[in-house]
């Protein structure tokens, strides 16, 4: 994986988002679980001195870790609309999609109380507690404590989305109304695992099991996909420190039309036809045909009627595949996928 590629760049961007994110929520954690019964007890005097000396310092890690967190996540969200062609087809109809936007608006709800309610309210505490006098003071820190309490509630559902969507989550559409086999299918990616395994077996393909993975490439789990997945990932982190501290990124090439079209054909791919047709299209799928070298004519009538051009035999006799018309604007993309 380059670095300077988008993959590349939200590799980098999901890290700083854990680094800020734990930051702020240990942080959050530390002001509701640790410094709020340690105020209650003990002498005014101390607490005076810790509101006026150390309050500020977790404060300010508290907030920029929050400020990091958002502008980092909201760049991964921007820049997935950007590979898969627009926002909505990357988040929408996918339950990976939902997870995500559910976490990420609960993040916002979060980050937003952190900068306007509790950080201008610990603003006030503190310079009471440094000399200034408001009588607002006492309703102020009580309302950031409030916020700072909600906070953390909100903490445990989003950091489920967030954590837990993408072995919870399959990344397929799921059209409505397509068989509960299949909607069943996305709904719960623990069994996906095994149902995945079921799946190959059946068709009696695909020995080395495959799997899309989020950013549309494919890997191979042979039996512990959770095993070879860290065993990805720690090639991945361990060559891109390498690629940083080297200073060079393998493909400083700059990308050119046809590779954009090749990996947005990709994705619109992995997203959207890889439920029927194998992930390899050069391979048949658990439901539809091997679709390589496809003809333009041919994905586009199948996109727009699920027809086929004149002349052509199809592969198959069968009409299970749905016109797919909402993708019709992808043909091209899709043809370079599929005739690389
Ligand atoms: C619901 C399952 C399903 C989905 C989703 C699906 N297909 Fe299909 N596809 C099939 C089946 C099954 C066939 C065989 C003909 C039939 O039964 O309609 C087929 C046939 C095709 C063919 C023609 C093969 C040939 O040469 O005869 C192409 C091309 C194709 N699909 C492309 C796509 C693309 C591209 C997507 C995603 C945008 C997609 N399909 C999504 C099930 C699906």
Redesign the pocket.
């Known amino acids: 994986m380059a670095l300077a590629s988008i993959d590349g760049i939200q590799f980098l961007l999901r890290w700083v988002h854990f680094l800020s994110g734990i930051t702020w929520i240990g942080i959050l954690y530390y002001f509701n679980f640790i410094q709020g019964s340690w105020f209650k007890e003990t002498e005014a005097e101390h607490k005076k001195a810790a509101v006026q000396k150390l309050v500020p310092r977790a404060l300010w890690w508290f907030r920029w870790g929050a400020m990091f967190t958002f502008l980092s996540g909201l760049l991964m969200i921007l820049l997935e609309g950007h590979k898969a062609g627009g926002l909505i087809l990357a988040f929408e109809g996918n339950s990976w999609g939902a997870f995500i936007l559910t976490g990420a608006t609960l993040g916002t709800l979060m980050w937003a109380n952190v900068w306007f309610i509790i950080w201008p309210a610990q603003k006030v505490v503190i310079a009471v507690a440094q000399g200034a006098t408001n009588p607002d003071a006492a309703a102020l820190g009580a309302k950031a404590g409030l916020a700072s309490r909600t906070n953390t509630l909100f903490s445990i559902p989003m950091l489920y989305f967030m954590g837990c969507c993408t072995p919870l989550a399959g990344r397929r559409?799921i059209?409505p109304g397509?068989a509960r086999r299949?909607r069943r299918r996305h709904r719960c990616a623990l069994d996906q695992r095994d149902r995945w395994k079921d799946r190959t077996d059946d068709v009696g393909q695909r020995s080395d099991h495959q799997r899309p993975r989020l950013d549309g490439r494919v890997v191979r789990d042979d039996r512990s996909p959770r095993m070879s997945r860290t065993k990805l990932g720690g090639i991945e982190v361990v060559g891109s420190l390498l690629l940083l501290l080297v200073g060079c990124d393998g493909s400083s090439a700059p990308k050119t039309e046809s590779a954009e079209l090749y990996a947005r054909g990709r994705a619109?791919?992995v997203m959207?036809?890889t439920?029927?047709?194998n992930t390899d299209p050069a391979k048949p799928?658990p439901?539809?045909?091997a679709?390589l070298g496809?003809s333009l004519e041919?994905?586009r009538a199948?996109?727009s009627e699920?027809t086929?051009p004149e002349g052509?035999t199809?592969?198959?006799?069968?009409?299970?595949?749905?016109p797919?018309p909402h993708?019709a604007k992808?043909s091209e993309a899709?043809y370079a996928f599929?005739n690389p």
């Not at 199809?314 to 749905?322: A, L, N």
């Open positions: 559409r059209e397509r299949a619109v791919y959207n036809c439920a029927c047709h799928g439901v539809g045909p679709i496809s041919l994905v199948r996109l699920a086929y052509y199809p592969k198959r006799v069968t009409k299970q595949m749905p797919l993708l992808h899709l599929l």
